[in-house]
């Protein structure tokens, strides 16, 4: 928890510059566990214009429970319920424009399945999502996934003008 404040903190104090620098739209882009902390971003900092989650962890309460890289949470919990569940992407609301944010999903993927990223999907009101035939990690080297995640980006800053990444 200490470690998702201060990556928080950082982007937040990024966004800040930027601002400073005169920058007016300012977007994120994350994959992974980089999505999941896009995704937080996106629900609470109002100065984002834009957010792009790939293959985002959505519901860190499943994920402690069910991947296997996090066994060592799950023994250090001894039991009890992962007090985590504030942290899922499901119990927030973006504060960016749903037609702003961009869901990049991996069919195959394990690590982020595609039913957390419908049920995010779901949740946030159904707001642009691309479906690809990749697992978690065949997706980064997709040059499709990367033209559309792009294009994407491209067709907003041409609404907005200019955005920071």
């Known amino acids: 928890v200490r470690s998702t404040r201060q990556a928080i903190a950082d982007v937040q104090s990024l966004i800040g510059w930027l601002k400073q620098q005169g920058r007016g739209h300012i977007g994120v882009w994350g994959i992974s566990l980089g999505a999941w ?7 609470n900092d109002a100065r ?6 790939m293959t985002p962890i959505v519901r860190m ?5 069910e991947l296997e890289f996090c066994a060592p949470i799950r023994r250090s919990l001894a039991g009890r319920e992962p007090p985590f569940r504030g942290l899922n992407l499901t119990d927030h609301r973006p504060l960016v424009e749903r037609q702003n944010l961009l869901l990049v999903e991996g069919l195959h993927d394990q690590f982020a399945p595609p039913a957390r990223v419908e049920e995010l999907w779901e949740a946030w009101g159904y707001p642009p999502i691309e479906r690809l035939p990749h697992g978690h990690m ?3 080297v997709s040059v499709k996934a990367m033209m559309l995640t792009i294009g994407f980006v491209e067709d907003r800053m ?4 200019s955005v920071s990444w």
């Open 61 to 65: 309460d499943r994920a402690i429970q």
């Open 48 to 53: 984002l214009s834009l957010a792009v989650l």
């Open 37 to 43: 902390l896009a995704g937080l971003l996106a629900c």
């Open 138 to 140: 065949t997706i980064l």
């Open 158 to 161: 041409l609404v907005h003008g």
